[in-house]
């Protein structure tokens, strides 16, 4: 064996911020698996100043920006690189743009994709937010799910 092994993190007893930070400490250089859904959270964001004549109670959202972000399992994946650890992700996407998009970002990260299956029976889950702007704030208007929520066979 060459090198020292990680040294284990503290089991969590209690939420002392000591505590907190030992295990933080601790993280860096340890392996995670992620396995779960891994999926595209897209964002649309933009004014809407008028209502729609067809259902009055329904706002007309003007887009003025768009984003796309690594979302559920994947996200989870982004946020323990960032604290140090190494990741080895597990799960399915659609063999589609969208889960291309995720796979390069995640391998961008450094994240081991290995484990993630390019299925072509079954599209990338795609969550988009639409949200209205109002100065510094924002109001959730609507979520639109593309996805395939069918066990996997």
């Known amino acids: 064996m060459t090198g020292a ?6 089991a969590p007893a209690d939420t002392d911020p000591g505590t907190l930070m030992a295990i933080l400490d601790a993280f860096p250089g340890h392996l995670v698996l992620v396995i779960g859904d891994f999926m595209l959270d897209r964002y649309v964001y933009g004014s809407a100043e008028r209502r ?20 559920g399992a994947g996200f ?9 650890g190494q990741v080895a992700c597990f799960g399915a996407l659609g063999n589609d743009s969208p889960g291309a998009w995720l796979k390069d970002k995640l391998e961008e990260a450094g994240a081991d994709v290995g484990g993630v299956l390019h299925l072509d029976n079954r599209p990338t889950a795609v969550k ?9 704030q924002r109001e959730h208007l609507l979520r639109v799910d593309e996805e395939d929520d069918s066990d996997l066979t």
């Open 5 to 10: 092994a990680p040294s284990e993190p503290p």
């Open 128 to 136: 988009t937010r639409f949200l209205r702007r109002f100065g510094n």
């Open 52 to 71: 729609n004549p067809e259902a009055p109670e329904v706002p007309v959202l003007r887009v003025e920006e768009r984003e796309n972000r690594v979302g």
């Open 76 to 84: 989870v994946a982004l946020n323990i690189l960032k604290l140090g």
